[in-house]
């Protein structure tokens, strides 16, 4: 797991990052450490402040592609915004109040699109976010 790579963050937050198990699939793996590594560390960058992190990972093999999610206890987002985090530039919070340039969501999407599948998020304000995306299940020739 790329959680090595955010050991300060961790550290530093208290986080609790967690997961069943992942299967190994045949994709490009810096992408794919940049895609979980994205998703932790917003997990941590926007969590409660009275509340430690906590960010659990999974997968469900499905019939034709593996489900993945990375839930997390954070503040949530509006359903509102859902689609427009994907977007590059766009952000829902103040540079003042959250470090980021906005790029980060819309290239963990072109990593999974390339890669054949979906990504998309569930959340209330104030309940926390999981987000989930599709990778295909290779197929033998």
Same mark, same amino acid.
């Given at each position: 797991?790329?959680?090595?790579?955010?050991?300060? !963050?961790?550290?530093?937050?208290?986080?609790?990052? @967690?997961?069943? +198990? /992942?299967? @190994?699939?045949?994709?490009? $793996? !810096?992408?794919? #450490?940049? /895609?979980?590594?994205?998703? #932790? %560390? &917003? %997990?941590?960058?926007?969590? =409660?402040?009275?509340?430690?992190?906590?960010?659990?990972?999974?997968?469900?093999?499905?019939?034709? *592609?593996?489900?993945?999610?990375?839930?997390? &206890?954070?503040?949530?987002?509006?359903?509102?915004? *859902?689609?427009?985090?994907?977007? #590059?530039?766009?952000?829902? *919070? &103040?540079? $003042?109040? +959250?470090?980021? !340039?906005?790029?980060?969501? %819309?290239?963990? =999407?072109?990593?999974? $699109?390339?890669?054949?599948?979906?990504?998309?998020? $569930?959340?209330? =304000?104030?309940?926390? %976010? @999981?987000?989930?995306? @599709? /990778?295909?299940?290779?197929?033998?020739?």
């Amino acid at each position: 797991m790329c959680v090595f790579r955010l050991q300060q !963050t961790v550290r530093e937050s208290g986080a609790s990052v @967690t997961h069943a +198990y /992942l299967p @190994t699939l045949p994709a490009d $793996e !810096t992408q794919m #450490i940049q /895609l979980f590594q994205n998703l #932790i %560390a &917003n %997990a941590i960058k926007f969590h =409660k402040a009275e509340e430690v992190p906590q960010i659990h990972i999974q997968a469900q093999k499905q019939e034709r *592609h593996w489900l993945f999610s990375v839930q997390d &206890n954070g503040f949530g987002i509006d359903p509102r915004f *859902h689609d427009r985090i994907f977007v #590059i530039f766009q952000r829902l *919070h &103040n540079r $003042e109040s +959250y470090q980021g !340039t906005g790029i980060g969501l %819309a290239v963990r =999407k072109r990593i999974v $699109e390339r890669h054949g599948g979906t990504i998309w998020v $569930e959340s209330m =304000k104030g309940q926390g %976010a @999981t987000f989930y995306f @599709t /990778l295909p299940i290779q197929q033998d020739p």
